[in-house]
């Protein structure tokens, strides 16, 4: 099969000399660096007989914890069991960059493309998410490293200043590059309200804290491998038992769900990230960068970044996003976590950002699937007569759509008729994905006109503006 070439690698890495590159991962760790602390939780042990219970939700990720929490809040009686095929949090739940956004359909273009009709009160709603999630942590005293700050969108390319201009908390260059000092920034848009920051993994790790307080059984190291209709109720089996269920919950996103009829509406796409090591006091002071506010670009390859505070007061940077790449036939593998030519590209795009940071070393370097669908985000289904629920499709958005998503997924398994399930958003499915090889042509297609697009002032080719048409495609 034709190697992809990347088009825009010269694009931001500035002639940077690859033995500089090379010199920057000289010591970094191939782990994400979330996950890598001794207060990491111990595992729960894993099933060895077989359970019974009212709600059993397989997957130990956002969209299961959230689920599992939410069930046990609406009726403290309802027994609920969760099953994890490894560890809680340890796949895009831990991995990802910590942005808990208010959007639950990818921004209000994707929403108005897609379902101009309740973009609007998918918009509240999403709002009042994002409030509730800070409502939560706060009520349960949730050590998630919660900041509120914001974020900013940063114009890289003259023509996205335009898209900018108008905008209530437009920044011109200067205004901008107070904020985060990089060459490259000629405008931004701060965002005061849309968005939070949090540690990722403890996020994971806090929600399962609470879950267990609130009587939870968590099993981990137990994989769902079949689900069975037994009439009155269902079986889900494991390794070394089997939980009987009177109702199921399926949050597994990017892995395979027990439910074929799944297998062509999601895809895994692999996004990479690295943490720099702790700032020195004058390499803080060249980049500024004194809020805890997030960060990310106009392109449809787009950067993301963020500090955090690690655990001796160091202030690091993580800097992510670029690439996205999807692997012949599904596939998730654990070898796909580690890529050193994105790797590479991600730190030769980091100093042409931020010159005044280059020779600057990185502690972590890591990566993982992300679940996407065709409209970028969340769908919903239900079958076995309504006892078995499903949620997947976040494209990136989990670390706040989730909680929505597990919402919906109750209300669904309740058999009532709510205002979540009366929603479009809720009834109506993305376009599923073709089978090979024509998901993965379509898929290298995409990103090469894409990426054309970047490099054409925005300009959306005929083929994008045929899939965005007929709703498959994402204009970030």
Same mark, same amino acid.
């Given at each position: 099969m034709a190697q992809y070439h990347d088009l825009t690698f010269d694009q931001h890495e500035?002639?940077?000399? /690859?033995?500089?590159?090379?010199? *920057?991962l000289t010591e970094t /760790?191939? $782990?994400?660096?979330? =996950?890598?602390?001794?207060?990491?939780?111990a595992a729960s042990p894993a099933l060895h007989d077989s359970i019974e219970t009212d709600l059993l939700v397989v997957g130990g990720g956002y969209t299961g914890l959230w689920t599992a929490l939410q069930a046990k809040e609406r009726d403290p009686k309802r027994n609920v069991v969760l099953i994890e095929a490894q560890r809680i949090g340890w796949a895009a739940s831990g991995r990802n960059g910590g942005f808990c956004e208010y959007s639950l359909v990818h921004g209000d273009a994707n929403g108005e493309n897609h379902l101009p009709e309740e973009n609007a009160k998918l918009t509240e709603l999403g709002i009042q998410n994002l409030a509730e999630i800070r409502e939560t942590a706060q009520r349960y005293d949730m050590d998630i490293? =919660?900041?509120t700050d914001g974020s900013l969108n940063? *114009?890289?390319?003259?023509?996205?200043?335009e898209w900018l201009q108008g905008e209530e908390h437009f920044l011109d260059a200067d205004q901008t590059r107070d904020l985060i000092n990089s060459p490259d920034f000629l405008a931004g848009e701060r965002d005061y309200?849309?968005?939070?920051? %949090?540690? +990722?993994?403890k996020l994971a790790w806090e929600l399962a804290r609470v879950c267990r307080d609130l009587g939870v059984q968590i099993f981990e190291h137990t994989p769902a491998e079949g689900l069975i209709d037994e009439g009155a109720t269902l079986r889900v089996v494991t390794p070394e038992g089997h939980i009987t269920a009177n109702r199921v919950a399926l949050a597994t996103n990017a892995f395979p769900s027990l439910l074929k009829r799944h297998h062509l509406y999601t895809l895994p796409l692999y996004d990479y990230a690295l943490m720099t090591e702790p700032l020195t006091a004058a390499q803080r002071e060249a980049i500024g960068?004194?809020?805890m506010i997030g960060l990310a670009d106009l392109n449809n390859r787009f950067h993301y970044s963020r500090p955090t505070i690690d655990e001796d007061g160091g202030f690091r940077i993580l800097w992510g996003g670029y690439d996205a790449v999807y692997h012949f036939g599904r596939k998730v593998r654990s070898e796909y976590d580690y890529r050193d030519e994105t790797f590479e590209k991600l730190v030769a795009h980091f100093y042409g950002t931020f010159p005044q940071l280059e020779g600057i070393k990185f502690s972590h370097a890591w990566g993982g699937a992300i679940d996407s669908c065709s409209r970028f985000f969340a769908f919903f289904d239900v079958s076995h007569r309504g006892r078995v629920a499903y949620s997947a499709g976040y494209t990136g958005l989990g670390?706040? $759509?989730?909680?929505?998503? *597990?919402q919906v997924m109750l209300d669904l398994l309740s058999g009532q008729e709510t205002?979540?399930?009366? =929603?479009? =958003? %809720?009834? /109506? /499915?993305?376009? +599923?994905?073709?089978?090979?090889? $024509?998901?993965? *042509?379509? %898929?290298?297609?995409m990103r090469n006109q894409m990426i054309r697009a970047d490099r054409n002032q925005g300009e959306r080719s005929l083929f994008l503006r045929a899939l965005d048409k007929i709703g498959i495609g994402f204009d970030s």
């Open positions: 500035r002639n940077i000399p /690859k033995h500089v590159i090379e010199q *920057a /760790k191939y $782990a994400p660096y979330w =996950l890598d602390t001794s207060t990491r939780p490293e =919660l900041h940063v *114009a890289t390319e003259p023509h996205q200043v309200t849309g968005t939070m920051l %949090v540690h +990722p993994a960068w004194n809020e670390v706040g $759509a989730t909680r929505f998503g *597990a205002e979540l399930t009366r =929603l479009q =958003l %809720v009834r /109506k /499915k993305p376009i +599923p994905f073709p089978p090979e090889p $024509a998901t993965w *042509a379509g %898929v290298q297609i």
